[in-house]
């Protein structure tokens, strides 16, 4: 019962700091700002940092993801984050953070197993963003 409630703490802990990144907005004037403060609430709510996020392996970044045993909802979150962010990175960065949010939406999809338009369309863009 311990972990169970423990399992919903965490999972509520991340839905609320994700929902809390969500509502920063990604302002190209402030960017630099605002991307220190978005690594750092990435941090605290996932263990790992948007600069983390670029650096790593897809694999391992999705192992890391797969451990903390997310929601479809988080899943969507985070790759709505990401998507967002792409076009404020430097341009050396963007194809590989799309890549990246491409794996997490394609995550929520077998996670949720039910067909979503919208997450369709997420899927489409982060794809729009990737050098063929």
Not at 60 to 68: C, G, P, R, T
Request: hydrophobic fraction near 40%; glycine fraction near 4%; avoid cysteine.
């Amino acid at each position: 019962m311990l972990n169970k409630n423990y399992r919903d703490e965490e999972k509520e802990r991340i839905d609320a700091q994700l929902r809390s990144i969500m509502e920063m907005g990604h302002v190209p004037d402030e960017w630099e700002e605002i991307r220190l403060d978005l690594d750092r609430k990435l941090k605290e709510a996932v263990g790992i940092g948007l600069d983390e996020m670029e650096n790593l392996p897809e694999e391992k970044l999705m192992e890391i993801l797969a451990n903390l045993d997310l929601e479809f909802s988080h899943y969507e979150a985070l790759g709505d984050i990401l998507l967002n962010s792409i076009g404020l990175e430097a341009e050396e960065k963007q194809n590989d953070l799309a890549q990246k949010t491409l794996l997490i939406y394609k995550a929520a999809q077998e996670v949720s197993r039910t067909f979503s338009f919208s997450l369709t369309q997420k899927i489409n863009e982060a794809r729009s963003w990737i050098d063929d």
